[in-house]
């Protein structure tokens, strides 16, 4: 695995943000229109063109923070592309698009459909805006012609998919069994959720990555080809390689506080997320600012819904500080329940967090909800699970 060891962070030289897109450059965001076809076409084009040519600009929302325009050139979408055909083993594959356009991983499914010389095949989610369903992600599969296929999806709809019933249900697991690899990525998804797949012949490959990455770039704790990790003293995940973009667009700060180049010429990006070796495979252990300070001690927000999902009965849970008098923030989580399952009680989770990682990590409030709140991209919307806590009050 391309993991660095030793490296020196300090000599690193920050990257002066992009100030120009070339005409024809395909434009994506929640509130730019865009066209499958037209977008198909448009990379068609523009990825026989040079690698440093800007090829994709992804306006991003995300769940925090102000709207950036992260540039990815013909080389970066060249490159993961490349990478991941080889690592799935998908090469001139067909794909399902079942992601939105303004999202990195939906415009990424045409851009490799570009390269593989196959149009994608949509769902009616993403060619009529309508929700997303088994029914409607089965009859798309079940028009896939070629020999190789694959899909992005994220967890939520994974979720959606295996809690198809009865024989629905039945038509759904083969469907999902038939491709290639299926990539997983946008959230993290749940050790119970990828053992279901597992267990039913279903190939995940779990995916880490962003839009400054041109989407997922290590695939299931290792980097595609062509890509490096390394993890600073502070345990900051630092990605680099050619699939990096090339900066913010007329964001001369944001770019040189996020992308910097080495000797060597090779782009880094410094990522808000933490994360440790272990059998020299990455483990993502949260946003930096997910880390909650609980009566002076540090607890890791999503170790702590990890081991949460682990119980039977939750489907997902999402794990963020709640203001208290005392200890200065609590542990609070939000869970959605698996269907068919008793809802679990705070103090069954209280004892299955504190005997994992201890008396401090164990949830003090608990809020069930039906569905997680989620973006236009089908990710959850931390900001507005967050939010939900808070207005748990203090107890």
Known sequence: MPRIEGMDFSALTPLPAPTHIPEGTVVVGERVRSSADQMFADFARLLESEDARPALVVTTSGSTGKPKQTVLSTGALRGSAHATAQATGSFGAQWLLALPLHYVAGAQVVARSALAGRAPVMTRSISRGESFTAQDFLATAQSLTAPTTMASLVPAQLHTLLE??????????????????????????????????????????????????????????????????????????????????????????????????????????????????????????????????????????QQVARTIESHPAVREAFVAGVPHPKW??????????????????????????????????????????????????????????????QRLGVS
């Open 328 to 389: 200065g923030r609590a542990v609070g989580a939000v869970i959605t329940v698996t269907p068919n399952t008793q809802t679990p009680e705070l103090n069954e989770l209280k004892i299955l967090v504190a005997d994992r990682l201890g008396v401090a990590a164990s949830p003090k409030h608990l809020l069930i909800m039906q569905q997680f709140p989620v973006l236009s991209t089908g990710k959850p919307n931390r900001r507005a699970l967050a939010d939900a806590l």
């Open 164 to 301: 198809a019933p009865g024989a629905l249900g039945d038509e759904v697991l083969a469907a999902l069994a038939s491709f290639t690899a299926i990539l997983v990525g946008g959230a993290a998804a749940s050790q119970r959720l990828l053992t279901r797949c597992a267990d039913d012949g279903i190939a995940t490959v779990t995916t880490y990555g962003s839009a400054e990455t041109a989407g997922g770039c290590v695939y299931n704790g290792t980097p595609i080809h062509g890509v490096r990790v390394a993890t600073d003293s502070d345990g900051r995940i630092w990605l680099g390689g050619h699939t990096l973009a090339s900066g913010y667009l007329n964001e001369p700060a944001k770019t040189a506080s996020s992308f910097f180049t080495d000797e060597a010429g090779t782009t880094w990006y410094k990522t808000d997320d933490l994360g440790s070796f272990k059998n020299n495979t990455l483990e993502v252990q949260g946003r930096s600012d997910d880390v909650i300070i609980t009566g002076g001690i540090k607890v890791s927000a």
